[in-house]
DNA sequence: TTGAAAGCGCTACCAG
DNA sequence: CTGGTAGCGCTTTCAA
């Protein structure tokens, strides 16, 4: 930098302000300058940027698993209004480990990060306490209800099971599976589906619980069914806390023989992509993944004033989706 | 930190060695300094730590899009190591546009990233000597072939598509049909495919392109294989260059009551955990996406020094991998 | 519109 | 094993 001030003439401070608030150089100046730094090739750093300037551009993010279309989508849209702004994504994972939770916290914050954003409240008072310490903004996500570290955006995912089972009761089912996985957000979505439950007087459901999501769900989600079935043989209606355990079902179903959903209905959550285009369609909850990644670079942003300010809390709702499995 | 060496009676040169090289420290000033930091709720400030260390212990990596499986597959593993060893992620997206690349590459080498790793061969002459002119590590992923820019870790496109028209020559198909996307490492699937079938003397194949990978790529390969059976009733085999697209082509046999294989074999490529649990299980090419996130990975710690060293180049190989659908 | 200079918080080198 | 200290490359007042 001092090389292409020297070069230019200038002071490093004006090639400083060249790079970063270019309309306040006069244009003269703004050109020399430019075409020195051109010249020498010059990629101004970051990292002293940071320092100096006490922001770094950077927003973390950290996800259960990245392999997981649900999450990758909120990570898409992050990234995408990250990116539209000058601002750089920082990925991390816990792979459904608590303690992992706290470690890359730790790291993020040190690194000082303009704002992080993760997935689900945090429940270590502990963390909480650090977190808002830190100053940083922070959005939780994918949960409602109770209160959050600083911002939310999500959904309520007890709401959003009960209306599934309330659809499937519609139907005059009267004896429903559940299959879903052992994460917080799981367990919400069975307690959920089992207040709905309750309230129409039904029997209790049948519970499998499989391993959180992981790219091999479709699979878990065959095996479970199978499970189930072979213990309740009475069920007609089976509810996945996911789209892929569901997509399991259903082909489980198709290899056993089992119509659907004359004779089992199946429903999913998430709606990816690939629920409408299953055989037969499936029957989903629709959440909005991908938005719920836009919405939560737009809270940060808009506290840091680039974008206009959010309100701290949004509920991005759900909706069932009737296809034909269910 | 220099009010935790003044509380702890030290120099801030022991508390920053506290924190980096406890080994070189005496137990009782580790104690003592831990204690004060812990009480003082302090968080190192990274930011600073890169600029004085020149090393960031960041990774990039760009990837066309998140959302696709086998490229959350790679950032899954790199992510796994990386983290193993202390080192953080920042990702980035091109969403298949060219511009974005060099522009996320500038801003990545602008922040001193420690390796970066990318999609592909990076074609254009001046991002490379760019890149290089940045010394630092960067391996180039799930190509093979032309040379790299300095690492390499992938598989030949060419060949395993090769392969995957001679599993279909040789159970007897002559009439070959080819759906894939648009982008580079698809147009290597199909150079090698046509090649396989123009050395077993056979008619070219029947070929459709669709929009790169997405979430909907399933929605695409129904769409696709329905377009190329109306066009050429008579292709008795699809080769698919992903299986999601694979995927979509199977549900939309089972929908038109087209049966798989004996009516139309149909093959996928990336063995997706879904492939096997498919109806009828996808025959396809299995390539290690995520272990090319782990070698990646291997070989930048490697340079780095932090991990043993690694070749310079890795071809990770693929196999064909038949079960029911061809 | 521009320049001078004081740091940002930490690492690493050199002594001791 | 520990301390002193010179920067790392940039941003940001404050003045001119």
């Known amino acids: 930098m001092e090389d292409i001030a020297r070069e230019a003439g200038v002071s490093i401070a004006t090639v400083s302000r060249v790079f970063n608030q270019p309309e306040v150089v006069s244009p003269a100046t703004l050109e020399s300058v430019r075409k020195v730094a051109a010249k020498f090739g010059y990629t101004p750093n970051l990292t002293a940027g940071s320092l100096a300037g006490n922001r770094s551009k950077i927003v973390a993010a950290i996800v259960p698993v990245i392999t997981s279309s ?12 990250l990116s539209e702004n000058g601002y750089q994504l920082l990925l991390g994972q816990t792979w459904y480990r608590e303690d992992r939770l706290a470690a890359l916290i730790d790291t993020f914050l040190g690194r000082r990060v303009d704002g992080l ?3 689900g409240i945090t429940r270590d008072k502990a963390l909480r306490k650090r977190i808002r310490g830190s100053g940083i903004p922070v959005v939780e996500t994918w949960e ?7 911002m939310l955006v999500g959904f309520s995912n007890q709401d959003a099971a009960a209306a599934a089972a309330r659809h499937l009761i519609d139907r005059g089912h009267k004896s429903l599976g559940f299959i879903g996985g052992m994460d917080i957000r799981s367990t919400e979505r069975l307690d959920g589906f089992r207040s709905a439950i309750e309230a129409a007087g039904l029997r209790e459901p049948r519970v499998a619980r499989v391993p ?3 790219p091999s769900s479709v699979l878990v989600g065959a095996e479970a069914i199978r499970a189930l079935l072979a213990q309740f043989p009475d069920i007609s209606a089976a509810f996945c806390t ?14 056993q023989g089992i119509p659907v959903p004359h ?5 999913g959550f998430s709606d990816l992509p690939i629920a409408a285009s299953l055989v037969p369609a499936l029957t989903t909850v629709q959440v909005s993944a991908h938005a719920i990644g836009t919405h939560a670079a737009q809270m940060i942003l808009g506290r840091k004033g680039i974008l206009e300010r959010q309100p701290n809390r949004l509920d991005l709702g759900y909706s069932v989706v009737v296809r034909e499995s269910a």
Do not use: H, W, Y
């Open 70 to 81: 649900i999450f990758s989508e909120t990570i898409d849209g992050l990234s995408t209004v």
């Open 117 to 119: 954003v993760l997935t």
């Open 144 to 150: 409602l209800g109770r209160s959050p570290t600083d």
């Open 212 to 214: 959180s999501p992981s």
């Open 242 to 255: 996911n789209d892929m355990i569901a997509m399991g079902v259903l082909l489980e179903c198709q290899r």
């Open 263 to 267: 004779k089992l209905a199946v429903m």
